[in-house]
């Protein structure tokens, strides 16, 4: 059995620096694509429903549809990785968001976009379901933190930067929402150039295999892989893939208990998404690109949580020894206050006689907190679940991109009765009471782990 040998710097753990960088940035630049895109989108529905004549709902489903996309493929697209690697993975991803990106810009009609922004949702997922794979595989535990909130900050920060740069392509009257897409299809043309050029395969079992191959080709024939013996069929993978992240869900209260606060979260994020166009045109009578600028708040709150998140590094080097995984949890227990803060003041500044800036400060509160929630759901259920975390944050990426699907389809007529003060209010009382989480799985998490079939497992290694 072939392994690769302390030092190899064919093994991607062993890359130099440089390379992970530019591995790193490139994974980055595919999150920053399909994230920018996810918001980007929402900017264009003034020309969208006059130039398709479509109701402003219909094209809110669009949003709909490419979180729905984000949701289900990396069940199946997971067990590809594991028999191709992740290069061609992220290169076929690339291509296939450039093509429906191309298709939403021609669409015709409104269900052409419907179509199409669910195809880019679905192939776009990798930028943000294999980033975190990438990191895995080519930095060490210690050095995960920063890359994490780096990929963290390219997933959730450029919304706001591709919702500021749409503003103002709207309010051009010669580019408008058919722009707005060409331009993301430009740069995914782009990334698409820079997989083959700055990415390598990092996934050390594919490597290994390839190696193995080369060397009975050669003429060694006893040389194997290990995984090439341990591998299961494709089939089963794909149904392993499908099946242990729902049975996970369901089963581990870790994971329901996180999964269900991270849902709610981004389904707010969502909820955003879709309605600061609405709520600064209609109060303070916003252009297109007023409304794009205003959406920034977003990015400035994912900073905020980068920062946060240096602080929890610190505590977590500091704790790991005497608190295990639930050493992660301290700037989650700061947030489970800080988002429903942020949540009230969004709520009750929705009036006109509220000057716009407390709408943006709320924002960036909310968004602050969701970034630390974000981030710490894959680095908390990573520690604790171990080789089968991949399945556990499968299940968590499932149920909060159902979220982010199902938000934004009932918020409008949620606000149209309720009003945006009051639907906002509740939001952030629901907020108020998951406040409760981190801290039940800060105290109490080891022994509900040590009860756990998978999670013992980890506890006993």
């Not at 697209?77 to 429906?100: H, V």
């Not at 707005?180 to 430009?186: E, G, L, R, S, Y």
């Not at 893939?241 to 996970?248: A, D, G, I, K, V």
């Not at 006109?352 to 969701?370: D, E, F, N, R, T």
């Amino acid at each position: 059995q072939i392994e690769f040998e302390k030092g190899d710097q064919r093994d991607p753990a062993n890359f130099s620096v440089a390379r992970k960088r530019a591995i790193l940035l490139t994974a980055c630049l595919f999150s920053v694509l399909v994230a920018s895109s996810s918001g980007a989108y929402a900017l264009g529905f003034p020309s969208m429903t006059r130039d398709l004549n479509c109701t402003q709902f219909q094209a809110t489903v669009g949003i709909a549809v490419y979180a729905l996309g984000f949701g289900v493929p990396p069940l199946v697209t997971a067990s590809f990785s594991e028999e191709t690697g992740r290069q061609p993975l992220y290169l076929c991803s690339g291509i296939g968001f450039l093509l429906f990106t191309i298709g939403t810009a021609e669409a015709k009609n409104i269900q052409t976009v419907l179509i199409t922004r669910f195809f880019a949702g679905a192939f776009g997922s990798t930028g943000s379901t294999m980033v975190g794979g990438t990191v895995a595989d080519i930095f060490a535990p210690y050095e995960r933190g920063f890359a994490m909130s780096s990929f963290a900050v390219a997933a959730i920060g450029a919304t706001g930067v591709g919702c500021l740069a749409a503003g103002w392509i709207e309010q051009n009257p010669h580019m408008e929402w058919r722009w707005i897409q060409w331009i993301h299809a430009i740069f995914a043309g782009v990334f698409v150039i820079m997989v083959p050029i700055f990415m390598r395969e990092t996934r050390a079992s594919v490597l290994l295999v390839r190696l193995a191959k080369k060397m009975r080709k050669d003429g060694n024939k006893r040389i194997r892989a290990r995984v090439e013996d341990e591998r299961a069929a494709l089939s089963t993978l794909i149904w392993i893939s499908c099946t242990r992240p729902l049975y996970l869900l369901l089963t581990e209260p870790v994971i329901a208990s996180f999964t269900l606060w991270v849902g709610f979260a981004w389904g707010i994020l969502y909820v955003l998404i879709e309605s600061i166009g609405p709520v600064f045109r209609t109060l303070h009578q916003f252009n297109s690109g007023q409304v794009g600028t205003v959406y920034i708040a977003i990015t400035i709150g994912s900073v905020l949580g980068f920062a946060t998140n240096l602080i929890q590094e610190r505590l977590y080097r500091k704790y790991v020894g005497t608190r295990g995984p639930e050493a992660r949890l301290f700037a989650p227990m700061a947030a489970a206050f800080i988002f429903p803060i942020g949540m009230f003041i969004y709520a009750w500044s929705t009036y006109s006689k509220v000057y716009w800036i407390a709408l943006a400060i709320g924002i960036v509160i909310i968004m602050w907190a969701l970034f630390i929630l974000y981030l710490s759901v894959f680095t908390y259920l990573a520690d604790c679940y171990g080789p089968f975390a991949s399945s556990a944050l499968a299940g968590q990426s499932l149920f909060r991109n159902m979220m982010g699907m199902a938000f934004p389809l009932f918020c409008q007529q949620m606000f149209a009765k309720l009003t945006y003060h009051w639907a906002n209010t509740i939001f952030a009382f629901i907020a108020v009471l998951m406040i409760p989480i981190p801290y039940i799985l800060f105290f109490k998490g080891p022994q509900i782990r040590a009860r756990s079939k998978f999670a013992s497992q980890v506890m006993q290694k």
